[in-house]
């Protein structure tokens, strides 16, 4: 990828780190901490690589005893090969996030004949076994989008809609949510969706060609900031179009992810507005459910003690954590991961 598309910040070096298999098990753990496989999805976003240092801190705050962890580096065969070698080291419990979500299906029914518990973070498998998935409710993510970028263009205009992968249900979810709201509340604006599949060299020719053939377009919505968030404003600016917020010819800009990248945007007025998924706890509750699978813990659907709400899905529970919307009111928030982010 043309470093020019995608920001290689400090977090990507220590994700390098923990990426290598080679982080410090809590070996001083009582015998009845059971082992915890642990799969790192990828390593080429801001938002993954906040993910694996909050993924480090946890295991040494919770006294996880976990095994070396892995990076499938959003290979679901990289991801398959991983599990075995986890399973092979004896984990009694494993937290993976699959990118691809239907074909990690006969993974997950293996570990489940096995009786090896999975936590799925960030994304929900579509059949499978899963002993909890801890993931924010991303057709909020995409409604929350649509209304604020809805409101803010007077419901009137063209957007532009920057999509993850269609094959994940994160991708999905977000584009099914957003362009309903639009049709539903906003149908005078005229939604231009491009597909990229989570990659951002993708997103930037897709979105300069756009811009070639729709000068019109006032909006945008980028369904991760930590993929989007660089290669769309330098093709702005390149442009001549990164304006700051309130003056004239700003183009709209609302992202999904929390990232501190987006929190500085918001604050320069390169765009308006995010979508905080939390990435601390993400890593925080994936090893805390996978901890309690592991010792044979179960749980009910319901409101949780961490504000949040655990529903029924068809292949096990899902822990929806909630994910504020960031403008420039609340973006110095320090309850917001973005803020306490190295």
């Given at each position: 990828?043309?470093?020019h598309h995608l920001r290689v910040t400090a977090a990507v070096a220590g994700a390098a780190v923990l990426a290598g298999a080679t982080?410090?098990?809590?070996?001083?753990?009582?015998?009845s901490d059971s082992e915890i496989g642990i799969d790192l999805p990828r390593s080429d976003s801001d938002f993954w690589n906040s993910y694996a240092r909050y993924t480090k801190e946890y295991v040494a705050a919770q006294g996880i005893d976990a095994l070396p962890i892995t990076n499938s580096?959003?290979?679901?065969?990289?991801?398959?090969?991983?599990?075995r070698a986890l399973e092979s080291r004896?984990?009694?419990?494993?937290?993976?996030?699959?990118?691809?979500?239907g074909a990690i299906t006969p993974t997950l029914n293996r570990l489940a004949s096995k009786h090896i518990p999975v936590?799925?973070?960030?994304?929900?498998?579509?059949?499978?076994?899963?002993?909890?998935?801890?993931?924010?409710?991303?057709?909020?993510?995409?409604?929350k989008?649509?209304?604020?970028?809805?409101?803010?263009?007077?419901?009137?205009?063209?957007?532009?809609?920057?999509?993850?992968?269609?094959?994940?249900?994160?991708?999905?979810?977000?584009?099914?949510?957003?362009?309903?709201?639009?049709?539903?509340?906003?149908?005078?604006?005229?939604?231009?969706?491009?597909?990229?599949?989570?990659?951002?060299?993708?997103?930037?020719?897709?979105?300069?060609?756009?811009?070639?053939?729709?000068?019109?377009?006032?909006?945008?919505?980028?369904?991760?900031?930590g993929a989007f968030l660089q290669p769309t404003?330098?093709?702005?600016?390149?442009?001549?179009?990164?304006?700051?917020?309130?003056?004239?010819?700003?183009?709209?800009?609302?992202?999904?992810?929390?990232?501190?990248?987006e929190f500085d945007a918001i604050r320069r007025g390169n765009i308006d507005a995010t979508v905080s998924q939390p990435a601390d706890l993400y890593a925080k509750y994936a090893l805390y459910y996978a901890k309690a699978a592991a010792s044979g813990k179960t749980f009910k659907p319901g409101p949780t003690d961490h504000g949040s709400t655990i529903v029924q899905l068809p292949n096990g529970l899902e822990d929806q954590l909630p994910a504020p919307l960031v403008t420039k009111t609340n973006v110095d928030d320090k309850s917001l991961w973005g803020n306490n982010s190295q």
């Amino acid at each position: 990828m043309n470093p020019h598309h995608l920001r290689v910040t400090a977090a990507v070096a220590g994700a390098a780190v923990l990426a290598g298999a080679t982080v410090a098990c809590n070996r001083g753990s009582t015998a009845s901490d059971s082992e915890i496989g642990i799969d790192l999805p990828r390593s080429d976003s801001d938002f993954w690589n906040s993910y694996a240092r909050y993924t480090k801190e946890y295991v040494a705050a919770q006294g996880i005893d976990a095994l070396p962890i892995t990076n499938s580096r959003n290979s679901v065969g990289r991801l398959v090969f991983n599990v075995r070698a986890l399973e092979s080291r004896g984990a009694k419990a494993i937290v993976m996030a699959p990118q691809d979500t239907g074909a990690i299906t006969p993974t997950l029914n293996r570990l489940a004949s096995k009786h090896i518990p999975v936590v799925s973070v960030d994304t929900r498998p579509e059949s499978g076994k899963v002993y909890m998935v801890v993931r924010g409710d991303n057709r909020a993510y995409g409604t929350k989008a649509c209304e604020f970028l809805g409101k803010q263009l007077g419901g009137k205009g063209e957007v532009a809609e920057l999509e993850g992968a269609l094959d994940s249900i994160n991708g999905r979810d977000r584009t099914e949510a957003f362009d309903a709201c639009m049709k539903k509340k906003f149908p005078d604006i005229t939604v231009h969706p491009l597909a990229t599949d989570w990659d951002g060299a993708v997103a930037y020719v897709k979105l300069k060609a756009l811009l070639a053939k729709h000068p019109d377009i006032n909006g945008i919505y980028l369904q991760a900031g930590g993929a989007f968030l660089q290669p769309t404003t330098s093709l702005l600016e390149e442009k001549g179009l990164l304006k700051p917020a309130g003056s004239t010819g700003h183009i709209t800009i609302v992202s999904n992810d929390g990232i501190p990248q987006e929190f500085d945007a918001i604050r320069r007025g390169n765009i308006d507005a995010t979508v905080s998924q939390p990435a601390d706890l993400y890593a925080k509750y994936a090893l805390y459910y996978a901890k309690a699978a592991a010792s044979g813990k179960t749980f009910k659907p319901g409101p949780t003690d961490h504000g949040s709400t655990i529903v029924q899905l068809p292949n096990g529970l899902e822990d929806q954590l909630p994910a504020p919307l960031v403008t420039k009111t609340n973006v110095d928030d320090k309850s917001l991961w973005g803020n306490n982010s190295q």
